[in-house]
């Protein structure tokens, strides 16, 4: 068993985590505050100290003691922009000027837009249709059960091709889907039941992992059980 | 002035994002690097925001004696205890140095409490799958299936099981085969739908037709 | 009440006991387990063998405790193969704890053994530029002025004072990135901004929620995908450094066969339960 007060603490609080399984209880509540408050304290610190402080305060210092020394006004001073920008989003929490958080906001959201509007296009779209296409020829036997092909084909590419497009048509809801669209878009379907499931299998991978790095925690770490 | 101006910025700063990836030189280069920095720091100020913003709701809660303020007061004064040794008591900038006091209350508070929520979710799935998961259909049939394998084959046992195949026939392989053929085709589907929306939605903000985050009137 | 009744009413915490179990006690047996390597790990592995010795690799540390049990293995894995094979590690995080699980790493990393025979010293072989907010806007500015985007490393310094960052501008210092992702920013932001925009090659380390969704990348805007605790085990099994990843693939199997039953079990007493509803319906 661990002698370490910090093990203790970490397996103690772990428990109180997971008596809410049994049911609902004070214990789990207060693990649960201290979890919600330590959490927001970790990302105010962190900011702080490696945002904040390196890239706005020391700026503006640099810039005032230019300044003061006699060097005039250097570029430093545009940071005072962003410093004003921020002071504005914290304005949110003042009901009565809480608007003037709008600005800060819409330049974030200037810059999401501007980002994302090309970046996806190349790399989740173009990209995606190109990768999607090149494999189909160049590739492969150049057979078919017992024929020669003029030329060479992918199977696996095809396969891909076939389940892009055809998920592509189901989630196309402009057109009915009836007649060749609906034939086309239950091909798709079933390609899309086997991504879901696909995706299950891998979540419920993922949430055991997370269980199974608990329980050596404490059967190993703290209980000392297993080496 | 409380809604035109922020469009007016949101169209600015989109165009210049926009204009500088095909022009990656002068001025729009010096721009998007003062931009870029400047969404840091804003960025960090509105993270900020939300953990006042908790203290603000937590101390109404605490003041009101509202239900559970109790928890509230926790609330706050975790946040205080954490905040304050990593402001005052854990070497200014050296604050996530290896045995600082915020270190250890990383490590021994924050970490297992985080990893503990998360890992309670293992739980609830299979709580969930044993009630709700049901083939009641040809999909949903399909859907179970290609999850057995996937789950089957991305475990050791899995081959164990299959051992009687010759090799690359196996579970494993089988596993494989349904990532990189349906699986792969279905979130490339889903993927390029999602994009298409995004360049839709992100050109609609940039031309001022959507406003949705400017909020409500006023 | 008959069996039937006892399945369809059945109290939840009965399972949450019987999951406990069977990822807890496996963790108390020590059997090899045969891990079959996929051709996504392996263009990792491959990725970052066939770099020379002092070429600089960006560990890009997206990730929490909430996610460590998987992603925190392939860490540790990458950080002891990089330093004894002499690569230059650059740690740095898009999350704000993402670089602190690193620092956690390279305390394991820095006892293996291989490691401590070439005594890589920080600053000269690895450095941690700490975290930055900004999320995609601040792979976009690395893309143009590393210094800009990082002008201290996580204790304060000044990087200029380190041997490790001489030269380093923009991504044509670095020869890949590494990412080990657990949800947004990650993996899909690298290859966006860094990958297609500036031509890194990346590999990602990721959780298995996220790990379907990156097969689109593979192989083209990635050169590999780990996916889970599964893709942990075979990094290790690759480097030769094994840790937790293959130790608690035996808990794993068990975990998986457990869902597998109580699935089967629960639509048993479905498909009987509505046998036995049209029956009564039928006499009635």
Not at chain 2, 94 to 102: A, S
Not at chain 3, 36 to 41: F, L, R, W
Not at chain 3, 133 to 150: A, K, L, W
Not at chain 3, 219 to 234: F, N, W
Request: overall charge positive; aromatic content about 12%; proline content about 4%.
């Amino acid at each position: 068993m661990s002698t370490d007060i910090g093990v203790w603490i970490g397996a103690l609080l772990t428990l109180g985590i997971f008596s809410f399984l049994y049911r609902d209880n004070p214990v789990y509540k207060v693990c649960e505050a201290i979890f919600i408050g330590v959490s927001a304290g970790y990302w105010f610190v962190s900011l702080f100290w490696q945002n904040i402080q390196p890239k706005l305060y020391l700026n503006l210092r640099g810039a005032i003691e230019t300044l003061v020394q006699g060097g005039g006004i250097d570029a430093r001073w545009l940071y005072l922009i962003s410093g004003v920008l921020g002071v504005m989003m914290l304005m949110r929490l003042v009901p009565k000027v809480g608007w003037i958080s709008r600005w800060p906001l819409a330049f974030i959201v200037g810059t999401t837009a501007g980002l994302y509007m090309i970046t996806y296009l190349q790399s989740n779209a173009i990209n995606q249709v190109h990768d999607t296409l090149v494999p189909l020829v160049g590739r492969g036997s150049g057979r078919f059960l017992f024929f020669t092909l003029p030329f060479h084909v992918s199977w696996a590419a095809l396969l891909v091709f076939i389940g892009t497009f055809t998920g592509l048509v189901y989630f196309f809801f402009s057109v009915e889907h009836t007649k060749l669209a609906g034939k086309t878009a239950r091909i798709g379907i079933l390609f899309l039941m086997v991504t879901f499931g696909a995706s299950f299998g891998y979540t419920v991978m993922s949430r055991m992992s997370l269980l199974i790095g608990r329980m050596d925690f404490l059967v190993g770490n703290w209980l000392g059980l297993v080496h | 002035m409380k809604r035109r101006i922020p469009l007016l910025l949101t169209t600015l700063v989109g165009v210049i994002f926009v204009v500088q990836f095909f022009v990656p030189h002068k001025p729009f280069s010096d721009m998007q690097g003062l931009l870029s920095d400047w969404v840091q720091i804003i960025a960090a100020f509105a993270i900020w925001l939300g953990a006042l913003n908790l203290m603000r709701v937590s101390a109404e809660n605490v003041q009101r004696r509202e239900r559970n303020w109790p928890y509230a007061a926790i609330i706050i004064a975790s946040f205080l205890a954490i905040s304050v040794v990593g402001f005052f008591f854990s070497g200014g900038t050296h604050f996530q140095d290896p045995g600082t006091p915020f270190d250890w209350m990383y490590q021994n508070v924050y970490n297992p409490l985080s990893a503990t929520m998360f890992a309670m979710l293992a739980f609830y799935v299979a709580s969930a799958s044993y009630r709700a998961f049901r083939a009641r259909n040809r999909e949903a049939t399909l859907l179970l299936l290609a999850g057995f394998l996937v789950m089957l084959g991305r475990v050791p046992v899995g081959d164990k099981l299959s051992g009687f195949l010759p090799e690359g026939y196996r579970l494993s392989n089988l596993a494989d085969l349904i990532m990189n053929i349906p699986n792969k085709a279905g979130q490339r589907a889903i993927m390029i739908g999602i994009a298409l929306g995004i360049v839709s939605t992100s050109l609609r903000l940039i031309l001022g037709i959507e406003k949705s985050h400017l909020g409500g009137e006023g | 009440m008959s069996l039937l009744d006892r399945m369809l009413t059945l109290d939840r915490r009965w399972i949450f006991l019987v999951v406990a179990v069977a990822v807890t006690v496996p963790l108390f047996l020590h059997l090899e387990q045969k891990i079959e390597i996929t051709q996504e790990s392996r263009g990792v592995f491959e990725g970052l063998s066939g770099l020379p010795a002092g070429a600089r690799v960006i560990m890009a540390c997206d990730f929490d405790p909430g996610s460590a049990a998987e992603v925190q293995p392939m860490a540790i894995a990458f950080l002891k193969f990089a330093l004894s094979h002499r690569l230059r590690v650059i740690i740095m995080g898009l999350w704000p704890q993402g670089p602190m699980q690193a620092d956690l790493a390279l305390r394991d990393a820095l006892r293996d053994p291989a490691v401590a025979a070439v005594a890589p010293q920080y600053g000269i072989d690895y450095i941690n530029l700490g975290f930055q907010s900004g999320n995609e806007v601040v792979i976009q500015r690395m893309g143009s002025d590393i210094p800009m985007v990082f002008p201290r490393d996580s204790r304060g310094q000044a990087i200029a004072e380190f041997p490790i960052m001489e030269n380093v501008r923009n991504f044509d210092a670095v020869a890949y990135v590494f990412n080990l992702s657990a949800g947004y920013p990650g993996t899909v932001e690298w290859v966006q901004f860094a990958g297609d925009r500036f031509h890194a090659r990346i590999g990602s380390g990721t959780t298995a929620v996220s790990a379907p969704l990156y097969y689109t990348y593979f192989p083209k805007q990635v050169t590999g995908v780990l996916g889970g605790m599964k893709g942990a085990s075979e990094f290790e099994e690759l480097t030769g450094f094994k840790g937790k990843g293959t130790r608690f693939m035996l808990s794993q199997s068990f975990a998986h066969i457990v869902m597998i039953l109580f699935v089967v079990l629960g639509n048993i007493a479905f498909f009987a339960s509505r046998r036995r509803k049209r029956a009564g319906e039928t006499a009635a």
